[in-house]
């Protein structure tokens, strides 16, 4: 298994302006993803991150927006940049470990932009 | 990616089975079948996975159907714990696995 932790728990921010959310993993994995659930809504894909490698985009996402940096095996962080009230969502980190067939989730950040 | 198809909720009585339908008709033949379950206010935990045969674990069972086009999800005996948003999931384990997550179902439960 995998003990995922992600900072902030939850922030408040100003229209934009940027905001680096960080996801902290006690194992090396190769594969990390990262999510927003907008409220009341189902999780949707933004990107996968790979380290050593540019994070790969699901439709709809784009770099500028979701810079996101890969730094080593245990570590991703997602920037919401330039954010506006319909970022307001949950951001979540997950981790695949090689050859299990789960993903694991961290807690989730929880942002608010005003 | 291959649709799943699930009801937006439901209600059982803690201490009673509860039986988690999901279709998904459209499923490929390398396709796995994945439930995660998303307890309030925390991100998604693995429940159970399954290719074509009858899974159990300790969480639950699994049902898939011979033509492979739906499954079930089965929680032996509900506690409230167990009051959720599941989510049926199709995903090939090959590579990195992006779940696309549907709606769900949300699980009430009764005391």
């Known amino acids: 298994s995998a003990v995922i932790s992600q900072k902030p728990s939850r922030d408040i921010c100003q229209r934009g302006t940027s905001l680096t959310i960080q996801c902290q993993v006690d194992?090396?994995?190769?594969?990390m993803f990262w999510y927003r659930q907008q409220p009341g809504q189902s999780l949707t894909l933004i990107a996968t991150?790979?380290?050593?490698?540019?994070?790969?985009?699901e439709s709809g996402f784009v770099i500028d927006k979701f810079p996101i940096s890969r730094p080593n095996l245990t570590f991703s962080t997602l920037t919401v940049s330039n954010m506006s009230p319909e970022d307001s969502s949950i951001y979540l980190c997950s981790v695949e470990l090689a050859g299990a067939y789960e993903q694991y989730f961290g807690p989730g950040t929880r942002l608010t932009v005003t | 990616d291959a649709k799943t198809t699930q009801p937006n909720s439901m209600e059982s009585n803690e201490e009673e089975p509860v039986h988690l339908p999901c279709n998904h008709s459209?499923?490929?033949?390398?396709?796995?079948i994945h439930w995660y379950r998303q307890l309030p206010s925390q991100g998604p935990e693995y429940v159970i996975h399954?290719?074509?045969s009858n899974v159990n674990n300790r969480m639950a069972s699994l049902a898939i159907a011979e033509d492979r086009k739906s499954s079930t999800l089965i929680l032996h005996r509900a506690t409230l714990r167990d009051a959720a948003v599941y989510y049926c999931i199709l995903s090939v384990l090959m590579g990195a696995q992006k779940l696309v997550f549907g709606q769900g179902t949300r699980l009430t439960i009764n005391p």
């Open positions: 459209t499923i490929s033949g390398t396709d796995y």
């Open positions: 399954g290719l074509t």
């Open positions: 194992s090396q994995v190769t594969m």
């Open positions: 991150a790979n380290q050593g490698s540019e994070a790969t985009y």
